[in-house]
């Protein structure tokens, strides 16, 4: 029996038909193509910024006014095939952002990361979402607020070189 | 570049697009009937040596078309949708199968610790002669290993079979907890009550049914599932896709090697394989094992716990399990061979109520003693796609991977579900081919995720948007809906955004997953969760902040680290017609750069009996592979060399590490309880059948077997063994 459970001496049915009609494709259309491609950089390209944020997210059971620092990561992947697309992995990590609530004045934390992959291009807006909740509390009460970074790369060297961004209410 | 026409897509490229898909249709069916191999297709031209169809008018579709400009491709001409809106049907929880006890009586004929080799005619189709009632290989190897110690307590019986009618539908929650859906009314194969019923051979599934099939069980109490084939025995009657040959891998359990669904273990139309699932707690043989430790046990049936032996914190939840056929894997799980499986332990009962210090009360129900599904849902999403008569269809020239522009939730497109407003945890399998999600509720509200692979996290993690879930891996995650008003709707939303099968081309922000303009059909809106009542009682489930430790190997010595490349390109070093595949994929394995298509002959590893062994797998940087090790749940220490890169929600253990484009891996595992030849592979399942996937096995397990282990070929006439085709140096 071969590896598509034929036994050589099992009858098949129409056994002839496709064979023949591969055959009449492979002769007219010809040989296989091949792939050839090399990377416009050696190594992922590795780079980091930190980014001042602040934005006020509003709703119940208060507004929370956020400020800190963000770090945005990227990670700049090159295909290897022609025809590829550059892409890139990011990891944003919201956990040195805190905010303080307008009327208690309760800490809020930010627990992360987001892992977001994005194709590479020279400006890529973002927007992420990421959930909030008050220090000490269960992380089951959070709710939501959206961060939006405006991120710019240097085409020729795949680095990460400046980064802007800001924090809102979601408005889903 | 997308696979699919842009919507407005002229006629001509329209039936320029079909043309082509109804070529590669011929050449699709022809292979999968075994007229042809995929050898042939190589030697014919037909796949390039990359593996990918061949650049040809009118059978790429991503061929330039002359209808076309510049390098917008060709694509496929979309899925019928007959009119259908989004979220036009009721979502069906999945078809629990039934759980019979006393498998000796029950079973007919009995269970056997070694296959049964009973004769019986075999059709002619299929050779003639006879040949075993039990496709299982035959002997001491594939005995059941500690059959005595572990006999079976709960038999469970399915038969793969074409579409039919469901008669028989039991979800085991009332119709108010399913959507309203009324289980004694026959429900005929449809993925949308308005589209055509799928033909016999379209579809095959557990029973021929759908809803989607769930077992259950409980720590302790040994399985006997005994899987019948009763497909056709005529290879090609089978609607143009899918093998009549199965191999059902319990992913992941924690068995022998012949009950785990190897590849090559495969058996025939009119056989059975009684596959035998003890469902003890890893570190049965070494950790607890006087079953003194109260977290390690089960529900005992009237609100206690019978305490067993093992380490509790390899606690498993939440499981799969599917069709593993060599070479076939992904037309047949597509066909419809994946159900589910939930786990239930003193820890993960299955009851929000009981409250005895260990019971973790995590939302599902209170009326029975474990295993209530009212608030514990099963959802398996899968992207599929259909001919333009509405029949389920399959293209597997696209070795980058499949993807179909219709998603179902529990194999109906794009439906609603009815919840309460209180909280409800979903066990989420990745079904699909080679479609990645990345979930958020289009309200962006968090949700929690408490399981990864089917294992409860050491603590639990708030999300607005889930990580990207691979094919075959699980997230469990609860969503509180008492924070909706009734009336309201929240939907589940996928940000993931594929240009081809390869991996995500990119994360979508929500608002844009929410627009409509992604060209990628499987981004935005799949499931309506609406909110229909409050809750008859009070929700008294739980998160609590510590659900289940890892357990510490810290103290255990590393007996060896091996590293696993997965890579295209790849080359073949054996020939054997039938353990020996040929593809553009592969592994590198025993500390070489030299990338090997599969050969379930071969035995790329050989880890020993007892010990902890480190597995760094590395990828590539123009794909992402899930990657699934069989058997064993590891602990991942670093990515990308830094245990900082790893987030959370994989501090738990796993089963599939997802290794993002040009990632690598670091994992620990033990070897333990159970031996045998097992599997390490990509599951995207295309790229598994071209042909990334290797044997491994655990040498020295005790038993007094040939090492290496022969390998099993099976025929409608009884199973033979080889000695294995290669073994690479440790």
Redesign the interface.
């Known amino acids: 029996?071969?590896?598509?459970?034929?036994?050589p001496?099992?009858?098949?049915?129409?056994?002839l038909?496709?064979?023949v009609?591969?055959?009449v494709?492979?002769a007219v259309?010809?040989?296989?193509?091949?792939?050839n491609g090399s990377?416009a950089r050696a190594a992922?390209v590795l780079s980091s910024v930190g980014v001042a944020i602040t934005g006020i997210v509003t709703g119940q059971p208060e507004s929370v006014a956020f400020s800190g620092k963000a770090v945005v990561s990227s990670?700049v992947?090159?295909?290897?095939?022609v025809?590829?697309?550059a892409?890139v992995?990011l990891?944003i990590n919201l956990t040195a952002v805190s905010g303080v609530g307008s009327s208690t004045r309760t800490k809020y934390v930010i627990?992360g990361?987001?892992?977001?992959?994005?194709?590479f291009v020279g400006s890529d807006t973002?927007?992420?979402?990421?959930?909030f909740?008050a220090s000490g509390a269960?992380?089951?009460t959070?709710?939501?607020g959206?961060a939006s970074f405006a991120l710019n790369y240097d085409l020729a060297t795949g680095m990460l070189t400046s980064a802007t961004g800001t924090i809102t209410s979601?408005n889903? | 570049?997308s696979i699919w026409l842009p919507k407005k897509a002229s006629k001509g490229r329209i039936r320029e697009a079909e043309n082509a898909r109804k070529?590669r249709q011929?050449?699709v069916?022809?292979f999968s009937q075994?007229?042809?191999?995929r050898r042939?297709?190589?030697k014919?031209?037909?796949?390039?040596?990359?593996g990918?169809l061949?650049?040809?008018?009118g059978?790429n579709p991503f061929v330039r078309s002359a209808y076309a400009s510049g390098n917008i491709p060709t694509g496929l001409p979309p899925s019928p949708l007959f009119g259908v809106l989004p979220f036009s049907q009721p979502m069906p929880r999945f078809d629990v199968l039934q759980r019979n006890p006393n498998p000796f009586a029950f079973l007919s004929p009995a269970p056997t610790k070694e296959a049964n080799t009973t004769q019986q005619p075999v059709p002619?189709?299929?050779?003639g002669g006879t040949g075993p009632i039990e496709g299982r290989p035959g002997g001491p190897i594939w005995a059941h290993q500690r059959w005595e110690q572990f006999l079976p307590q709960v038999a469970i019986e399915a038969t793969q079979l074409g579409a039919k009618n469901n008669t028989t539908y039991n979800p085991q929650v009332p119709s108010s907890l399913n959507s309203g859906i009324d289980p004694s009314t026959s429900l005929p194969v449809k993925f949308h009550p308005a589209w055509p019923t799928q033909a016999p051979n379209s579809v095959w599934t557990f029973n021929g049914t759908i809803p989607p099939k769930l077992a259950m069980a409980r720590y302790g109490e040994p399985v006997l599932f005994r899987h019948h084939n009763g497909l056709p025995a005529?290879?090609?009657q089978n609607n143009g896709f899918g093998?009549?040959?199965i191999s059902t891998h319990e992913h992941n359990g924690h068995h022998g090697a012949e009950n785990d669904g190897f590849t090559g273990a495969f058996f025939?139309p009119g056989q059975y394989y009684d596959y035998h699932w003890p469902i003890v707690l890893a570190g049965h043989f070494s950790v607890n094992t006087a079953a003194t430790d109260i977290n390690a046990g089960a529900p005992n049936g009237s609100g206690g716990i019978t305490k067993i032996p093992g380490d509790w914190h390899e606690t498993m939840s939440t499981h799969w399990f599917h069709d593993h056929m060599?070479?076939f894997t992904a037309q047949n799980v597509y066909k419809g061979n994946a159900a589910m499986f939930n786990l239930y332990s003193a820890k993960d009962r299955g009851n929000e109520a009981i409250n005895d210090g260990v019971n973790l009360r995590l939302p599902s129900g209170r009326a029975k003693d474990w295993g209530n599904l009212d608030y514990d849902v099963n959802l398996m999403l899968a992207d599929k796609a259909f001919d333009s008569q509405g029949q389920l269809s399959f293209d597997i020239f696209d070795t980058d991977g499949f993807l179909g522009d219709a998603v179902t939730v529990n194999l109906a497109y794009k439906p609603v579900f009815q919840v309460e407003r209180r909280k409800y945890r979903f066990r989420i399998l990745n079904g699909s081919v080679a479609r990645f999600y990345k979930i958020?509720l289009?309200?962006?509200?968090?949700m929690?995720q408490i399981g990864n692979d089917g294992n409860l996290l050491p603590a639990?993690?708030?999300?607005?948007?889930l990580?990207?879930i691979g094919i075959a891996e699980r997230y469990d995650i609860v969503i509180?809906f008492s924070r909706y008003s009734v009336g309201q709707s929240v939907f589940m939303v996928n940000l993931?955004e594929h240009?081809t099968g390869l991996m995500?081309?990119?994360?979508l922000?929500?608002?844009?997953a929410?627009s409509g303009r992604s060209s990628d059909p499987g981004v935005g809106k799949f499931l309506e969760l609406k909110v229909v009542r409050d809750p008859a009682v009070p929700d008294v489930s739980q998160?609590p902040?510590v659900l289940i430790p890892n357990p510490d190997l810290s103290k255990i010595p590393v007996a060896k680290e091996r590293v696993f490349e997965f890579s295209d390109r790849a080359s073949q070093s054996t020939t054997d017609?039938?353990?020996?595949?040929k593809g553009p994929w592969g592994i590198a394995a025993a500390g070489t750069r030299n990338v090997l298509n599969a050969d379930f002959g071969r035995v790329s590893a050989q880890p020993k009996f007892g010990t902890r062994e480190i597995w760094t797998l590395k990828g590539?940087?123009?794909w992402d592979h899930p990657i699934h090790i069989h058997f064993e749940e590891g602990q991942i220490l670093a990515r990308?060399g830094s245990l900082a890169?790893v987030?959370?929600w994989e501090r738990g253990r796993k089963d599939v590490y997802r290794l993002?484009?040009?990632?690598e891996v670091k994992l620990t595992m033990q070897f333990r309880d159970w031996g045998g030849m097992f599997m390490e592979h990509c599951h995207n399942t295309v790229h598994e059948d071209n042909a990334m996937l290797l044997r491994w096995e655990i040498n020295d397990s005790g038993a007094p077997f040939l090492r290496p282990l022969p390998t099993p070929?099976?025929?409608?006439q009884g199973v033979t063994f080889r000695n294995p085709t290669e073994v690479l140096p440790e």
């Open positions: 029996m071969n590896r598509n459970g034929k036994e001496n099992m009858k098949m049915r129409r056994a038909f496709a064979p009609v591969l055959a494709f492979a259309f010809g040989g296989p193509l091949c792939w990377p992922d990670r992947l090159d295909p290897t095939v025809g590829g697309v892409a992995v990891q627990t990361p987001e892992i977001p992959f994005r194709k973002l927007e992420i979402t990421f959930p909740y269960s992380p089951n959070a709710r939501t959206v979601p889903f | 570049m070529n011929e050449i069916k022809a075994g007229q042809i191999t042939d297709l190589f014919w031209g037909l796949f390039t040596v990359a990918g061949a650049w040809k008018h059978l002619a189709i299929l050779g005529d290879v090609t093998r009549h040959t025939f060599f070479s958020a289009s309200d962006a509200s968090p929690i639990p993690v708030t999300l607005t948007q990580d990207q509180d993931a240009d995500v081309s990119r994360d922000s929500l608002s844009d929410l998160v902040a017609p039938v353990s020996s595949a590539g940087r123009n990308e890169n987030p959370a993002r484009p040009d990632g070929i099976p025929t409608p």
